[in-house]
């Protein structure tokens, strides 16, 4: 492996940032996804929550689980029954890093079609 591609992966396993993982990975599933769209409509209990997907209580609270310990949304018992909200800091973390990438992937892509432009013979 030459000396640039050692830098670039050091690079990357320096930069690991936990809390976004773990936001990447809770959004990976489906119905962590549409959980998280019913609570952008505003906080619902676990059995609300559970009602669309067809699964048990159990197999729901188990996404709960999920989706809270990566920090995106939050849940209290109040009785007999679990109301859960959506907590926005983790999603808004996700999305500066997209941001980042994105606005530094682009200008790589942009310095490389400059040099191509630079290189290649001109038509007349």
Request: with cysteine; proline share 5%.
């Amino acid at each position: 492996m030459t000396e640039p591609y050692r830098r670039i992966i050091l690079s990357l396993v320096t930069k690991y940032d936990a809390t976004l993982s773990n936001t990447f990975a809770a959004l990976a599933d489906p119905t962590r996804r549409g959980i998280l769209a019913q609570l952008a409509h505003g906080p619902a209990a676990l059995a609300d929550l559970a009602a669309p997907t067809g699964f048990a209580l159990p197999t729901v609270l188990r996404h709960v689980t999920i989706l809270e310990s990566a920090g995106l949304i939050r849940s209290q018992k109040i009785g007999r029954s679990r109301i859960c909200h959506a907590a926005t800091n983790s999603l808004d973390h996700g999305l500066d890093w997209m941001t980042k990438t994105r606005h530094s992937l682009q200008s790589q892509t942009d310095r490389i079609e400059i040099y191509a432009k630079s290189i290649m013979p001109t038509q007349e």
